[in-house]
């Protein structure tokens, strides 16, 4: 990684950031270890054939994801789910060190993922 990327910062993360089919991918580490990853292209697909373009029906929960959990100032439009279990943990600050992912929609659709090893708003 080091040599094609170069070396990390002195904070001990540092992002890549690439283009990719219709969209982009990033990719964050800490302490030499992936921390996230945020993609926008359709590029990568499940074997079913979701990703980036598709549609998730309307509802409160969708396969242990909760619709707008994590809100700020304003609701995130989006799918959260915290941890690993089969359903989500609730977003909130107690549980940051778990993991997070991050459906984003737009237009119905998706526009983005976003997936944290722990998450630091």
């Not at 969209?23 to 964050?28: D, F, I, M």
């Not at 778990?98 to 459906?103: C, N, R």
């Amino acid at each position: 990684m080091v040599h094609e990327y170069g070396a990390q910062s002195n904070v001990g993360r540092y992002e890549l950031d690439f283009p990719m089919p219709g969209g982009r991918v990033q990719v964050g580490f800490d302490a030499g270890r992936v921390s996230t990853i945020w993609l926008s292209t359709p590029y990568y697909r499940t074997n079913d054939g979701f990703g980036v373009g598709s549609t998730i029906p309307l509802g409160h929960r969708w396969h242990g994801f909760v619709w707008n959990a994590w809100r700020r100032e304003k609701p995130c439009s989006c799918w959260v789910k915290v941890g690993r279990r089969p359903r989500s943990l609730p977003a909130t600050t107690a549980n940051f060190l778990e993991p997070w992912t991050f459906i984003d929609i737009r237009d119905g659709r998706v526009a983005s993922f976003y997936f944290a090893a722990r998450f630091v708003d």
